[in-house]
Each structure stands twice: as C-alpha cells, then as structure tokens.
C-alpha cells in the first residue's frame, strides 16, 4: 500500500523559512517522478514544484528563486525547501508521485498518489 506522508508546514511571518518532507512507503522514490503542490481556499490545486526520476528539477513561476525541491532515495524522502515566503503561498501543500515514463511536470492530472498535505500559513 502506498502512503506519502508530508510534514514540516507551519505558521510564519512574510520573509521566514519552511523546510516540507514528505516520506513514503509502498513505493521506491528512484522510479518515480515527484512533485510538490498547493491548494489555497477557493483555488484550484496547483504544482509548485518537481523533479523528475533523473533528478530534473522545475518550478512554478511564482516560487522560481526561492523555493527548491530534492530528494532522499536512500530515505525515501521528498523536500521542499521555502524561503522568502509571502502571505500568497498560504496553502494547504501536498506532495505527489507519478508512474508514468514521461514526467508529467506540473500537470496534478499526472500523478498517482497523492499524500494528505500540510498546511503553510504566512502572515504579513
């Protein structure tokens, strides 16, 4: 059984630092194409962040230069380092896992499983 685990998420001020991980089991990070994403109340989710099985990293414009993801295989952990953090990546984050060859990128219609997220709260 496949279970993504997120924690790290907290409260902050406008300018701090966050630091996500998000551990699995069931599944072998190394074969798969990983990615962070964020739902604020009353938007769609959307990527943040992700990298592939070869360790191809992307991100979203509006996180470019200040957040940045990575991976543990041997730990089995995903990361998603925040700082700079502004009152609009307020969120409810979630990482996700993908089977496919190809990586999906930051297509949520991409990924497989999905963790239960951890909620980022920035104050200004």
């Known amino acids: 059984q496949v279970k993504l685990t997120e924690s790290g998420g907290g409260s902050v001020q406008a300018g701090g630092s966050l630091r996500l991980s998000c551990a699995a089991s069931g599944i072998i990070y190394s074969r798969l194409h990983m990615g962070w994403f964020r739902q604020a109340p009353g938007k769609e989710r959307e990527g943040v962040a992700t990298i592939d099985r070869l360790g191809v990293v992307f991100y979203a414009n509006s996180v470019q230069g200040r957040f940045t993801i990575s991976k543990d295989n041997a730990k089995n952990t995903l990361y998603l380092q925040m700082n700079s953090l502004k009152p609009e990546d307020t969120a409810m984050y979630y990482c996700?896992?993908?089977?496919?060859?190809?990586?999906?990128?930051?297509?949520?219609?991409?990924?497989?499983?999905w963790g239960q997220g951890t909620q980022v709260t920035v104050s200004s």
């Open positions: 996700a896992a993908s089977g496919t060859y190809a990586p999906p990128g930051l297509r949520r219609e991409g990924y497989n499983y």
